[in-house]
């Protein structure tokens, strides 16, 4: 049976990566200091987030975030899966082929945290919808900042809010469960961190695993 690894970098030679987590963990944080220590280290690099990372894909986040109140959970499902098909296809995937790094900041399992289990969505519905956005692309890691959701909610407030940030404690806590029993279902593709360790300690055991990944990839040119 094939590894994750060779499953994900197969003939296109890159390494997907994502960072999960919710409101407040740090992701973005640590994505930008591992994307620095690849580069430092001749990497070839591509960061992006979720929703986002494309013309259409900022258009549809600012959409949404934009909201005062939650819209219909399957409407918010589509939009985020929208958003994912798009970044998959312009961003993800040419990446990849050209054996570049991809670092990106959510995808699919953030789906299955937040409506799948954050808003109680039938998992047949959010499995279709992610297949239909990825077309079966995993990442060969997937790193879990582990946080109580009181301390995510109480860094995040210095930078205001969206919808999803003020949401209720108890759904943030079916988050958190929902990124533990996925991380448990699938332990060899997750890296699960306290998120409340210093950055510079996260940082080191999240580069760690990711320069073990793969040989570096050659930079464009080199």
Same mark, same amino acid.
């Given at each position: 049976m094939s590894s994750v690894r060779d499953?994900?970098?197969?003939?296109?030679?890159?390494?997907?990566?994502?960072?999960e987590g919710g409101e407040g963990a740090g992701k973005s944080t640590q994505l930008l200091s591992v994307a620095a220590h690849a580069r430092d280290a001749g990497w070839q690099v591509v960061t992006c987030r979720e929703p986002g990372g494309t013309a259409l894909g900022e258009r549809l986040r600012a959409a949404l975030l934009e909201l005062e109140t939650p819209p219909d959970a399957v409407a918010e499902l589509l939009v985020f899966a929208a958003a994912r098909a798009q970044l998959v296809a312009q961003v993800i995937r040419p990446a990849l082929a050209a054996g570049a790094l991809v670092l990106c900041d959510r995808f699919a399992d953030s789906t299955y945290a937040y409506q799948q289990y954050g808003r109680g969505l039938d998992p047949a519905l959010v499995?279709?919808?992610?297949?239909?956005?990825?077309?079966?692309?995993?990442?060969?890691?997937?790193?879990?900042?582990?946080?109580?959701?009181?301390?995510?909610?109480? &860094?995040? /407030? !210095?930078?205001?809010?969206?919808?999803?940030?003020?949401?209720? #404690? %108890?759904?943030? *806590?079916?988050? @958190?469960?929902?990124?533990?029993?996925?991380?448990?279902?699938?332990?060899?593709?997750?890296?699960?961190?306290?998120?409340? &360790?210093? /950055? !510079?300690?996260?940082?080191?055991?999240?580069?760690?695993?990711? #320069? %073990?990944?793969? *040989?570096?990839? @050659?930079?464009?040119?080199?």
């Open positions: 499953a994900v970098r197969g003939r296109a030679g890159g390494v997907f990566v994502t960072f499995d279709a919808a992610n297949a239909a956005a990825t077309g079966g692309l995993l990442p060969a890691l997937t790193v879990l900042l582990d946080l109580d959701p009181a301390v995510g909610s109480g &860094r995040g /407030a !210095a930078g205001g809010s969206d919808y999803l940030e003020r949401e209720a #404690a %108890a759904f943030h *806590e079916r988050v @958190r469960a929902g990124y533990r029993a996925r991380a448990a279902a699938e332990p060899g593709r997750w890296l699960v961190l306290d998120g409340a &360790r210093a /950055a !510079a300690e996260l940082t080191a055991a999240i580069w760690g695993r990711v #320069a %073990a990944l793969a *040989e570096t990839p @050659r930079v464009s040119g080199d």
